[in-house]
């Protein structure tokens, strides 16, 4: 099972991640974007390590993707 999108995250219609994108402002989804990232880096060492860090990485990339001007695609060509 993937633990940092399981699968019950897609189980609707719309993935719950492009719901709020679609229903928020782009500086609101951001904030939470942002807000995500923080969150799984404050606690990766005490929680659940490795896995945390994957978690912000995971909302870091969309954070990056939806404010870079070529869609982060630069950012990919270099990891």
Do not use: C
């Not at 189980?11 to 990232?37: H, Q, W």
């Not at 923080?38 to 995971?58: C, F, P, Q, T």
């Amino acid at each position: 099972m993937d633990k940092i999108n399981p699968p019950y995250y897609k189980d609707t219609e719309i993935e719950f991640i492009d719901y709020a994108k679609a229903s928020m402002s782009k500086e609101r989804y951001e904030g939470g974007l942002e807000f995500n990232v923080k969150k799984y880096m404050h606690r990766w060492s005490i929680k659940n390590g490795v896995e945390d860090l994957k978690k912000a990485e995971w909302y870091l990339k969309r954070l990056i993707k939806n404010s870079s001007k070529d869609g982060g695609d630069e950012i990919h060509k270099q990891t």
